[in-house]
């Protein structure tokens, strides 16, 4: 365990970092959401220690198979500063924020079409949202699509160049999976390609289902991203990377699948019992 503080540390100060990158980027007026941003930095900064200073498993999934959290996090802090960079030409307009405006601009015209998850988000905006605030959140989702479709495409092209999850077949089970029990249930193989169908799945509906869900939570307590940039960054941002999220699990999740199946026809089995390198150690 002490010997995994270390990256557990640093792991830690990354998360911090992208928690408060957007706060540094952005002025925010009001004092309250401010206070919360650092009280979540916090949190996550201890909730990496205590994943990833231990030795046995906990919530996060993937931990000891990179590059899967990894371009999860980067996914999620190139998708914050993209649009805090974008959102932060209103104060002081700069070079590099007119130019990734203009591309976010650009990016969402393009993916504004009828049935469209950013049609159905411009057509939820409030009341009386102006047409230089509706630019802003067609540029925040075009630029956090981009982003999340970029890391999928890394992460496919990492699969097939590097053998994820392990090029020698290998895989524990009991710390890179805690939530799933392989011996329990029906065949292992069916289990995780129902799952990661489902996860794809759910990754799909999640951009259409989330802002009908945030616009009534949003109503309900008398808040809008349209007041606070800060708040617009965070929304946008989590809006596109939780499909995303889902889609790497459901990949991560028939990846496994596919290895076991061939490892069973490589050893000439077809029982429902997982081979032992996929048990846990």
């Known amino acids: 365990m002490i010997s995994q503080l270390p990256g557990a540390c640093i792991r830690a100060l990354l998360m911090v970092s992208m928690v408060l990158t957007p706060s540094l980027m952005l002025p925010e007026m009001n004092s309250q959401i401010s206070d919360a941003t650092v009280l979540i930095a916090l949190f996550a900064a201890l909730f990496v220690i205590v994943e990833y200073g231990s030795t046995y498993p906990g919530l996060v999934e993937f931990r000891g198979a990179p590059p899967f959290n990894r371009v999860r996090f980067i996914t999620l802090f190139v998708t914050l500063t993209l649009i805090a960079i974008a959102l932060s030409g209103k104060q002081d307009a700069s070079l590099l924020s007119r130019l990734v405006m203009a591309v976010g601009v650009l990016l969402g015209q393009s993916m504004d079409f009828p049935l469209s998850p950013i049609r159905l988000i411009l057509w939820l905006l409030p009341e009386g949202t102006t047409l230089s605030e509706a630019h802003s959140v067609r540029a925040a989702a075009g630029l956090a ?36 029990d392989p011996t329990a249930g029906a065949d292992v193989v069916k289990r995780l390609n129902r799952d990661g169908a489902v996860n794809i799945l759910l990754g799909l509906m999640l951009p259409y289902l989330t802002p009908p869900i945030a616009m009534f939570i949003a109503n309900s307590y008398g808040i809008s991203m349209m007041n606070s940039d800060l708040m617009m960054v965070w929304v946008m941002s989590l809006w596109a990377f ?40």
């Open 145 to 180: 699509y981009l982003t999340s479709l970029v890391g999928l495409t890394i992460f496919a092209i990492m699969i097939r160049v590097k053998g994820w999850p392990s090029p020698t077949g290998s895989f524990n089970v009991w710390i890179n999976l805690p939530t799933f």
């Open 242 to 281: 939780l499909p995303t999220s889902l889609f790497l699990r459901g990949i991560a999740m028939r990846r496994l699948a596919l290895m076991i199946s061939q490892k069973r026809r490589r050893f000439g089995t077809d029982g429902a019992i997982p081979d032992p390198a996929f048990m846990p150690a």
